[in-house]
């Protein structure tokens, strides 16, 4: 070990005494990277080290973090440092990052649902969908929520408890199989499934995977890919963070669903999907109910547009608080189709000519289309483009100031980075586009909790729990109406200080209704459901004629199994109850909805075996 040191003795001599002193309980790769840090500025790190012989143990335990903190980032901590000084030099400027640009609308397609154009990319998206993987980007907890389990637990609706998770995986095996029927000769292809967790997520998240038998999926289909957090930081000059309850430890914070890119870039997935013959990666997150009623249309588009970037999108009124899909063009001639959050995208228009800004354009909506992080990439050119960039995404900074001089933070800042921003540095050859479709159909996600969302000013969506379940209702009452049921108008409830449409509890399972289509075709003529009524569809084979529903009716049946539903149904039904989000007595997962089901009476029916049966009354 001396001659180690004595080789690189001209850095030791200016080394911090504190970090001279331990040099010798050290190896020579922990001696690499004190020197790295040193070199990078960071010797404040060492400032409270005590003497060889105290917390040795915890001085080793602090090279390992550093060295995992290093090798998680693209170009090692010395990158992040480096970035980090600009990016925060560049914030004390006040510098516009979108000086220069001048925004104009994209090009994309905006589709009305359930008429031919939309039938016809809903029937192309099946046809892609066995070519396609899944990245469901899921490192957040339900906190944000009033719900402390991950995310992916919570039930989208309490009518039959199916948690996000389970939503999901049910929907792309319903895209597994109804891709392989509509493209025959061909043995069913697994659609690959990746789960991007964190340490707060990534053990919770395969327990619900195991204890559930990965609801239907084989376990060789779904891949977990953990994301690393990255160091905090102290002040402009980019010291890193000494965690405040712990010495031997540098602070660190999430670094943003944008790491997903570089997690898929260094697991070599991508190559393994290439050579099996994937053209396409749908990227989505973790509590949008409604996604996958957007999902084949969308993947339809990419395909019928060879689109190398598809983004889904919801039209969005003028300065509503949601980014907008915008194409940049630069004074240089740099060109670029983004995502610019809305209170960066009606000063930017101002700022380039449009005096009023974002406003509403002749169809009541802004025509800058609302991005809802739904991502479709084709796979050729995203590992082309990783290739260059080893998934590193355009990084932005957003530290909490003391005061107006800029010089000091209230607390530790860090660089994220967002999985849209993955558009930036492509070359003007890349074909960017987006999908519009409506609200209702495609965005309800959940994120806000029960006091937040009340705070929310009428008109404007809640994004709770509340409002989440509430729109999964809506929306398969709309799909039937759209395809000839007679649904009653919903009443409006307030739970939880909200104030919400409800609809009647109409749930399927996805491989009963995945397409339009397919609702077409069980669907026939004369039904009616009524507004305090519940309908559960669990099976694929299940036909609506004449059924006259008044109450509530649950139906499960086998795949070889065809059922009839007809005639009249009427029971007490399922009655919603309010409930008080502050009454600890009740789960969780009920409070923060502000309600809950009370099955007070159904028609329930189970067929199980091969067959033909009817429901008649």
């Not at 729109?471 to 307030?494: E, F, T």
């Amino acid at each position: 070990m001396a001659s180690q040191l004595s080789v690189n003795g001209d850095w030791i001599a200016s080394a911090p005494s504190n970090l001279q002193k331990n040099l010798t309980i050290l190896s020579p790769d922990q001696i690499q990277v004190a020197r790295m840090l040193l070199d990078i500025g960071q010797s404040h790190v060492f400032e409270h080290w005590p003497e060889p012989g105290v917390d040795d143990e915890e001085k080793k335990g602090f090279f390992d973090q550093v060295a995992r903190l290093n090798t998680s980032y693209p170009g090692g901590l010395v990158s992040y440092v480096q970035n980090a000084r600009r990016l925060l030099s560049d914030s004390k400027a006040g510098k516009n990052p979108f000086d220069g640009f001048t925004p104009s609308v994209p090009s994309g397609e905006i589709l009305t649902f359930g008429d031919d154009n939309f039938l016809m990319m809903e029937e192309a998206g099946i046809r892609e969908a066995q070519n396609a993987a899944f990245v469901l980007v899921a490192g957040g907890l339900g906190e944000r929520l009033g719900y402390n389990s991950i995310k992916l637990a919570l039930p989208s609706e309490s009518t039959t408890g199916t948690c996000f998770l389970q939503r999901y995986i049910e929907s792309i095996l319903a895209l597994q199989k109804a891709s392989c029927r509509l493209v025959q000769g061909q043995g069913e292809t697994q659609i690959p499934l990746v789960i991007m967790t964190s340490d707060d997520t990534h053990e919770r998240t395969l327990k619900l995977l195991e204890s559930n038998s990965y609801f239907g999926m084989m376990p060789s289909q779904v891949k977990l890919l953990k994301q690393e957090k990255v160091a905090c930081l102290d002040d402009n000059d980019a010291r890193l963070a000494v965690d405040p309850h712990n010495k031997y430890r540098i602070q660190t914070k999430p670094h943003g669903h944008g790491d997903v890119h570089s997690l898929l870039y260094s697991s070599g997935l991508l190559n393994v999907w290439h050579e099996a013959g994937f053209k396409w990666v749908l990227f989505f997150q973790d509590t949008n109910g409604l996604l996958f009623k957007a999902i084949p249309a969308s993947l339809g588009v990419s395909s019928t547009k060879q689109y190398h970037v598809n983004s889904l999108a919801v039209p969005r009124k003028a300065k509503e608080a949601i980014g907008g899909i915008t194409k940049l063009t630069h004074i240089d001639g740099r060109t670029m189709v983004i995502n610019v959050e809305y209170n960066q995208l009606d000063p930017l228009l101002r700022a380039t000519g449009s005096p009023d800004g974002d406003v509403n354009c002749e169809t009541g909506y802004s025509p800058f289309p609302g991005n809802i992080n739904q991502l479709i990439l084709e796979l050729n050119s995203y590992i082309e483009e990783l290739k260059k960039t080893q998934g590193a995404i355009s990084e932005f900074v957003n530290p909490k100031y003391k005061d107006s001089s800029k010089t000091s933070f209230k607390s530790s800042t860090r660089l994220e980075c967002m999985m849209q921003d993955y558009p930036k540095t492509l070359p003007p050859s890349a074909r960017v586009g987006f999908t519009v479709m409506d609200t209702w159909l495609a965005y309800a996600p959940v994120k806000n909790n029960p006091e937040d969302a009340a705070k929310v000013p009428k008109g404007n969506p809640y994004h709770s729990a509340t409002s989440g379940e509430m729109a999964i209702y809506r929306a398969n009452s709309l799909i039937l109406r759209k395809a000839g049921v007679h649904i009653a108008d919903p009443v409006l409830q307030v739970f939880n200080g909200q104030e919400v449409e409800v609809w009647p509890r109409i749930t399927w399972k996805p491989e009963w209704g995945l397409t339009y289509k397919d609702v077409k075709h069980k669907v026939g003529k004369g039904c009616s459901i009524s507004q305090r009524s519940t309908l559960v569809i669990n099976g694929q084979n299940v036909l609506l004629n004449d059924l006259n529903l008044d109450g509530a009716l649950v139906v499960t049946s086998g795949d070889q199994a065809e059922v009839n539903l007809e005639g009249s149904v009427q029971n007490k039904g399922w009655i919603l109850e309010p409930v008080d989000y502050k009454d600890t007595s009740v789960p969780e997962e009920v409070r923060i909805r502000g309600f809950r089901i009370s099955k007070v009476e159904q028609l329930e029916k189970t067929y199980p075996e091969p067959g033909k049966f009817s429901i008649k009354s």
